[in-house]
């Protein structure tokens, strides 16, 4: 197959969603459509499996909690698709970020029940500042949900993008008896199957077929018609182009659970969602069918096999073609590498790569000089800044209990600060030297205690500290701009690792009250 094809015919996305919403059910709902396995429960069960079967990382034994990204990658309908797991739960971190830097579509996932939930705000959030293009599943229609017109405006009116029904509940709860696809004009009826492991039959006609008025109970039937000529005349037509740019989202409504609603998502979302694309490059914009090999690190996992102490850095295929052996130039250092273990993954397993496309993700091992964000390619003109640093919202002191082992300490800690696990900052007013780490989620600071311990022999201590944001300034700061601040009770300076001043809060209050009192200066 010709390189263009291998391109156009990926999708390389991930799923992001609140806690509880549905994210694992679907993920292995799509597994399952897209004949990756045979029978849903491979991927739930590992929620129950990891206590016993997991050799992955001790950390993540002893907390039942999975600490990587999973890729998953699987052939459906002449597509190649690559799904990236977005750790969720206690475990998002900086991580959950990173993957979206790495995806060309993300699906959102809504509990209906619920609607938009702060998870989801942030990684949306992230998703639109890239322009990547959001397609919508409004999930467990089986139980009573919000109005679903009221669904909609939330999604226009608390993340500010437009949305469009692809398809239509026929109800809801207990009265939930399908959906209606506005493009085909078709109704898909709904059936509960045991344990919803298989597919769903589905029957389709139109909306006055006698099937549907036999389903629906009359005021039900004529509530949807409503809400259906009202999407006819308010929305806009579907725009593929505003889907591509980040601009307007496919909604479509289902039920992971029982199977309901999924192959219409999966469809829709292989037909819509971009191919690998470009991106940016210091020296300019570089295509994917650009001819050299070229990729980015996003995350890298250290110890995923404790009996063999390796470390994995997960590179994203930008351009050109990958092969096992090739030897590549890491960007940043100018150093030469040959990636002579370079492995695809699908889940936890495991498997010898020979060559990759873009849009793919090659599991690197070795690598001690790789850190989040480098660029690998066999044209070191190419150099990508496609990971940005993200604002942390948990801070701890980093202590040392044992001054003998001061060396292992510190190059412990440079190392994973160069692999960007925390981000660390000192603070210029105290009287003793101390260390502040910041990050996403306080998972990362377990992670550094423990790889501290385990890979440098060095014991370290953590104390939390009061703060949950950082803001560094929009303009530059002497020494005595700073002094001259306003710094309500609490708030205090710190140095980033570059450098650069910057200011430690505890909430939103404070920083408002900050802008208040010093409206001269501005913070970003
Ligand atoms: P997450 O990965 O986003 O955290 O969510 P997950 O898929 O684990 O789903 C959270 C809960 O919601 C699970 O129930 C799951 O079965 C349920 N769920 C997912 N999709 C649907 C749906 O379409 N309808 C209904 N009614 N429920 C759904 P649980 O009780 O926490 O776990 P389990 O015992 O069912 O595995």
């Known amino acids: 197959m010709k390189i263009i094809d291998e391109i156009n015919r990926r999708r390389t996305f991930a799923i992001i969603s ?29 929620k129950n499996q990891r206590a016993t079967t997991s050799d992955w990382m001790e950390l993540e034994r002893k907390r039942g909690i999975s600490v990587s990204s999973t890729v998953l ?11 990236l797991d977005t750790p969720g739960h206690k475990d998002f971190s900086e991580d959950t970020y990173r993957v979206l830097t790495a995806v060309d579509a993300a699906v959102m996932v809504i509990d209906a029940g619920k609607g938009i939930e702060a998870e989801t705000r942030k990684l949306f959030e992230v998703c639109r500042q890239r322009g990547v293009p959001i397609f919508t599943f409004m999930n467990k229609l089986d139980r009573p949900t919000r109005d679903p017109l009221e669904l909609m405006d939330e999604l226009e009116s608390v993340l500010g993008i437009h949305a469009y029904a692809m398809n239509w509940p026929l109800g809801t709860g207990p009265d939930f008896k399908g959906i209606y696809d506005r493009q085909a004009s078709e109704a898909h009826l709904f059936e509960r199957t045991q344990h919803g492991s298989y597919r769903a039959p589905e029957e389709v006609g139109d909306i006055d077929h006698p099937l549907i008025r036999d389903r629906l109970e009359g005021d039900v039937r004529e509530q949807v018609r409503e809400e259906l000529a009202m999407l ?3 929305g806009a037509a579907f725009d593929v182009e505003a889907v591509r740019d980040g601009k307007l989202t496919p909604v479509f409504f289902g039920s992971a659970m029982n199977n309901f609603g999924v192959q219409l998502l999966l469809d829709s979302f292989l037909e819509y969602a971009p191919a690998p694309g470009r991106r940016m490059a210091e020296c300019g914009p570089i295509e994917p069918t650009h001819p050299t090999f070229s990729g980015f ?4 996992q250290a110890n995923m096999d404790p009996r063999h102490r390796d470390r994995i850095a997960f590179v994203r295929v930008v351009s050109g073609k990958f092969t096992r052996e090739m030897t590549v130039t890491h960007a940043q250092t100018g150093r030469r590498a040959r990636l002579s273990n370079a492995q695809a993954l699908f889940g936890r397993e495991r498997e010898t790569i020979e060559e990759a496309f873009p849009g793919d993700v090659v599991g690197v091992v070795g690598g001690r000089d790789f850190g989040i964000g480098a660029t690998l390619t066999e044209d070191p003109a190419i150099v990508y800044h496609e990971i940005p640093r993200f604002p942390p919202e948990c801070f701890a002191y980093l202590h040392n209990p044992n001054p003998s082992q001061y060396k292992r300490f510190d190059q412990g800690v440079q190392q994973l600060l160069q692999e960007g696990v925390v981000q660390c900052f000192e603070l210029p007013q105290r009287r003793q030297k101390v260390a502040l780490l910041a990050a996403v989620g306080p998972l990362q600071f377990e992670i550094v205690k423990y790889r501290l311990e385990s890979e440098y022999g060095a014991e370290a201590r953590l104390e939390s500290a009061p703060w949950s944001m950082v803001r560094w300034f929009a303009q530059s700061m002497d020494a005595e701009s700073l002094a001259k601040l306003y710094l309500p009770g609490g708030v205090e300076h710190a140095v980033d690792t570059r450098g650069e001043p910057a200011l430690l809060f505890a909430d939103d209050w404070q920083v408002r009250y900050f802008n208040e009192r010093n409206a001269d200066v501005t913070l970003s």
């Open 73 to 83: 990658q699987f052939d459906y309908a002449g597509h190649r698709i690559n799904l």
């Open 297 to 300: 690190i996003f995350k890298i």
């Open 18 to 46: 609140h806690p509880d919403a549905g994210k694992t059910t679907l993920t292995e709902k799509l597994l399952l459509y897209g004949g990756a396995v045979q029978l849903a429960g491979s991927v739930t069960s590992r």
């Open 232 to 234: 006819d005349e308010a």
